[in-house]
């Protein structure tokens, strides 16, 4: 048996054993012969002849060429913001091997009507249908709609009616594959011709109307209209039109639209727009004095919205927001008012559902990060010479807290060397520099350069005098 075409839409793991013909391409009939094949040893073909060999083609026709229908296939994938139903595709009369499927799991709903009225084959309103198989344009339509696979939809056909296949939308992204294969007309019907109808009455009457000359298709032998499909399309005549009643119309008022009332409730007033006018042409108008129109002038305001407006929540405006950053709320005040607008009631005279919000969530800018502070330096730990001192390193946020969010490697030092000089007394004179008890570590204190130590250079003063 035959692989089934690699562009159809639904994966192979999706074909039931009943729809086995149609996935592979076979139809029905010789789908049954190949089956006799197997028990007698020869084929019986589409013309249900035992040893035959022939074979339905695409269009659905016995021992046919294919000539007769044009694959139609397509890809919708869109998104849309709007629930409901959208149009897909028109399915024609007559067409065969139907095979339509969504691209993934997703809570849409293939939907399947009639061309003309509101009859739904297939999810016209909810709940949506499940898993079946179903009568429609006479033919049968197998509808699958697995817990965690793609929603597909497919019949055999022909179809003896036009359908249209729409999407019911529960989510913003759909995405379908369709594929049929559809009739092309080509009738060449002897008998049948194309006619004028008499011209149309005129659209307008005055300043100018059109009126038409419709073409139909009618049978020679009793003039009766019949489908433009039984007459040649390419002999059809040109469908007519002409102007009438050109001459201008006499002055007339010309009432806009009313507009919304000023108030919902209370005595709110509604005004439009009347204006004298005579149309000398279809899209043309001349503006007269008001003179010119008949009287009495239509009214330019009314009074609308009589009824008393019941007890309502009035919001006063809106706090600062606090804390001045990062994350924070504003306030308001709500109150209930007399419908007027006058009175202040209590809450329990409007409607606790309909009470707005007092306060909000609002952020002004980004709060400052944590950050060191640094305290005074201390007093060199060495009267004389080389020392250190210290400071306190805090780290804080912007309100002054101590927090531990700084970032560890630009923290400042909190100990530094310092060193103070030392005084010059009668002992620091060349004379008096001497190495204390002439102990043998002094060549090591200046090998190790530790003379700029106090200690060492006064213990070994001569070595590290020139030092």
């Not at 092309?184 to 004028?196: D, E």
């Not at 007033?269 to 129109?293: A, F, M, P, W």
């Not at 927090?403 to 560890?408: G, I, K, P, Q, R």
Request: aromatic share 6%; with cysteine; net charge neutral.
């Amino acid at each position: 048996m035959p692989r089934p075409p690699a562009s159809w839409c639904c994966p192979p793991h999706l074909r039931d054993r009943h729809l086995l013909p149609l996935r592979s391409g076979i139809s029905t009939p010789e789908f049954a012969s190949r089956r006799l094949w197997g028990m007698v040893g020869q084929h019986v073909g589409c013309d249900r002849i035992l040893g035959s060999d022939v074979r339905e083609d695409k269009c659905r026709v016995c021992g046919g060429d294919g000539n007769t229908c044009e694959t139609i296939e397509g890809l919708v994938n869109q998104s849309l913001h709007e629930t409901g139903y959208e149009e897909v595709v028109w399915i024609p009369k007559g067409s065969v091997h139907i095979d339509i499927c969504q691209l993934n799991v997703s809570q849409n709903y293939l939907v399947l009507k009639a061309e003309d009225g509101d009859e739904y084959f297939i999810n016209g309103k909810p709940p949506p249908d499940t898993t079946k198989k179903f009568d429609a344009a006479g033919t049968i339509f197998h509808y699958r709609r697995p817990q965690n696979e793609p929603e597909s939809l497919e019949a055999l056909g022909p179809i003896n009616a036009t359908l249209v296949l729409m999407v019911m939308m529960r989510e913003e992204v759909f995405g379908i594959r369709y594929r049929f294969n559809a009739p092309i007309n080509r009738h060449t019907q002897t008998g049948y011709s194309w006619h004028l109808l008499p011209w149309t009455k005129c659209s307008a009457v005055c300043a100018g109307g059109v009126q038409m000359q419709y073409v139909v298709c009618k049978r020679l032998s009793d003039g009766s209209a019949v489908s433009d499909d039984m007459c040649d399309t390419q002999d059809k005549l040109q469908e007519k039109q002409r102007l009438c009643n050109t001459e201008p119309c006499p002055p007339e008022w010309t009432v806009g639209s009313w507009s919304e009332c000023s108030r919902s409730c209370n005595s709110g007033v509604r005004t439009r727009n009347v204006i004298c006018q005579r149309r000398v042409s279809s899209g043309e108008g001349k503006y007269l004095d008001d003179s010119n129109c008949p009287t009495p002038r239509p009214t330019m305001l009314e009074p609308c919205n009589m009824k008393a407006c019941p007890p309502e929540w009035v919001a006063l405006d809106w706090s600062e927001c606090t804390p001045s950053c990062g994350p924070g709320y504003r306030h308001r005040v709500v109150l209930c008012k007399s419908g007027d607008n006058e009175n202040t009631l209590p809450p329990s005279q409007c409607q606790g559902t309909d009470k707005p919000a007092t306060n909000m969530r609002c952020t002004l800018q980004r709060c400052p990060p944590p950050h060191w502070v640094t305290g005074e330096w201390s007093e060199c730990s060495a009267q004389c010479g080389l020392g250190q001192r210290r400071r306190s390193v805090q780290c804080v946020s912007h309100t002054g807290q101590a927090s531990v969010e700084c970032v560890e490697s630009v923290r400042p030092p909190a100990m530094q060397q310092c060193e103070n000089k030392c005084e010059v007394g009668p002992s620091d004179s060349p004379d008096e520099c001497k190495d204390v008890n002439k102990v043998a570590y002094c060549p090591l204190v200046l090998k190790f350069k530790f003379c700029s130590r106090p200690y060492f250079r006064q213990m070994c003063c001569r070595t590290c005098q020139a030092h």
